[in-house]
Structures are given as C-alpha cells and as structure tokens.
C-alpha cells in the first residue's frame, strides 16, 4: 500500500517560513511527478506546485516566489519551502503523488495532510 507521510505544519506568524516534508516508497517518489496541494476551511483543495521528470517545478501564481518544491531522491523525500507566509496560507497541506502530464490533474496518491495555521 503506497503511503505518503508529511510533516513539518505548524503554527507561525505572517512573515515567517516553515518547511513542510512528505517520505513516501521507491516507488512512488521515483515513478510519479510528486506535488503539494492545499484546502482552507470551507474551500475546494487546490493546487500548489508540482516538481516535473526533468527537475523543473512549476507553482501556482498565489505561492510563486515564496514557495519551493525540492527532492531528495536518496530518501524519497519532497520538500515544500514556504517563506513570508501570510494568513490566506493557512489551510491543510497535502502530498500527492501525480501523473506526469502537466495538463491533467490525475493524482494517484494523497497524504494525509498536515495543518498550517498563519497568524498575523
């Protein structure tokens, strides 16, 4: 059974980072374009960023600039960099392990989540 485990969430004030991680199987981290999504209280989950095949990273336009995705292959484990968060960040956090075709949506794997809670 494919698993993906984050960590990392908390509770910070408007400006501050925190670093979110996700350890999922060989399989899973090596075969699929691996991705953050988030949902806040009462809104649909939404995309954040998805990290390609060919090491590129896209970002949707509410985080660009202050998020990044990275990948540590050697213990199948993606990164969610989030610096000068501000409040309208907070919201559950989720891994996902996707299809590699930017122009589909299709997530295989989700994790469980991890909550972010942004004061200001």
């Known amino acids: 059974q494919v698993q993906l485990q984050e960590s990392g969430g908390g509770s910070v004030q408007a400006g501050g980072s925190l670093r979110l991680s996700c350890v999922g199987s060989?399989?899973?981290?090596?075969?699929?374009?691996m991705s953050w999504y988030r949902q806040g209280a009462g809104t649909q989950r939404e995309w954040v960023s998805s990290?390609?095949?060919?090491?590129?990273?896209t970002y949707a336009d509410s985080v660009k600039g202050r998020f990044t995705i990275s990948q540590d292959n050697a213990t199948n484990t993606v990164y969610l960099q989030m610096n000068s968060l501000a409040p309208e960040d907070t919201a559950i956090y989720y891994c996902?392990?996707?299809?590699?075709?930017?122009?589909?949506?299709?997530?295989?794997?989700w994790g469980r989540g991890t909550q972010v809670t942004v004061s200001s």
């Open positions: 990290r390609w095949t060919d090491g590129s990273a």
């Open positions: 060989t399989d899973t981290v090596g075969y699929f374009c």
């Open positions: 996902a392990a996707r299809v590699c075709r930017a122009w589909t949506n299709d997530v295989r794997h």
